[in-house]
Nanobody
Framework: QVRLVESGGGLVQPGGSLRLSCEAS????????MGWYRQAPGKERELVAS???????SYADSVKGRFTISRDNTKNTVYLQMNSLKPEDTAVYYC?????????WGQGIQVTVSS
């Protein structure tokens, strides 16, 4: 059974930081491209950041310079360090695992940036 379990979300003030974690089980983690997506109310789900098995990283323009994605294959975990958070970063954040043959999603975790 494949599970992607996100943690680390919550309420933070503008300018603050959060670190999201996603622990995977039931997959060969090291062969998957791992990504973080987000979906704000009334908007489509969008890719925030991704990291390939080889470590190639990409970011949405809106988060470049503020967010950092990383992975630890020994812990089957992908992280998203979010700094200088803005109200427009408020969304449900989803972990994604993608390979040539399979795609899996976490259940999502709420991030709210508000004073």
């Amino acid at each position: 059974q494949v599970r992607l379990v996100e943690s680390g979300g919550g309420l933070v003030q503008p300018g603050g930081s959060l670190r999201l974690s996603c622990e995977a089980s039931g997959i060969t983690f090291s062969i998957y491209t791992m990504g973080w997506y987000r979906q704000a109310p009334g908007k489509e789900r969008e890719l925030v950041a991704s990291i390939t098995p080889g470590g190639t990283i990409s970011y949405a323009d809106s988060v470049k310079g503020r967010f950092t994605i990383s992975r630890d294959n020994t812990k089957n975990t992908v992280y998203l360090q979010m700094n200088s958070l803005k109200p427009e970063d408020t969304a449900v954040y989803y972990c994604n695992a993608n390979s040539l043959f399979h795609t899996y999603w976490g259940q999502g975790i709420q991030v709210t940036v508000s004073s």
